[in-house]
């Protein structure tokens, strides 16, 4: 049975974010983004959104480059306080990356899922905190190798889908990114197949179509990540349903995630 939400791939904008996970300091942020901004602002490149996720104390950093240059680079952080405010020492909130001017957070990556125990429920809360400040949350989910071994990948991650999206509303839905990423593809350099990203990503698009609309679901950026570069991103981007990508190590070298993002333009 065909899925009537794949036909639009057209109308969504390859998104292609770089997280930088525990990687460079404020100065080092500041280069990376100057020689991102020098290599891909030139008027007519709109082949992609681009965007940089670096560590919280780099954002500030950013911001006055982005903003002061009106690069065309989007920006935003790797984690959310589930809390608005009080005693949570070592968290940051919605309201103080919105007020820094972030347009995305990432939600529920497996980094965090696996070394600070963030189950479904904390993963739920993140989004919603990220909705309610204006805020695009990149949902990141995705199977262990033991779940891909058993072939349980579609279900271990529509639950996951399912679990991170109680209560968010079809409105909200509408601006929702999802990253599948494989816990076994990740910083491994086993990257997963076109088909194998493809099958799932093109599950949890129909999960939304069933949880919204097919509209929605037609709207929704879905991403695949894992050892992703500039060698194999073509054969995943041509997949009906990936949308982009979510970039951890090759986004942190300039000419590698430069030669990533334009990919189209290689022979
Ligand atoms: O976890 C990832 C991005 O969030 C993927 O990391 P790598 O690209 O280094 O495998």
Known sequence: MGNPASTAKSVRKPLIAGNWKLHNNHFEAIALVQKLAFALNDADFDAAEV???????SLRSVQTLVDGDKLKIGYGAQDVSQH???AYTGEISGAMLAKLGCSYVLAGHSERRQYHNEDDAIVNAKVRVAFAHDITPILCL???LDVRKAGDQVAYSLAQLDGALKGVTEEQARRLVVAYEP???IGTGEVATPEDAQEVCAALRARIGELYTPETAGETRILYGG???SGNIAGIMAQT????ALVGGASLQAEEFVKLV???EQS
């Open 241 to 244: 349903d990936v949308d982009g």
């Open 142 to 144: 995705g199977e262990g």
């Open 183 to 185: 816990v076994w593809a």
């Open 227 to 229: 050892s992703v570069k």
């Open 84 to 86: 608005e405010k009080g």
């Open 51 to 57: 965007v940089v996720l670096p560590p919280f104390t």
């Open 262 to 264: 334009r990919f189209r």
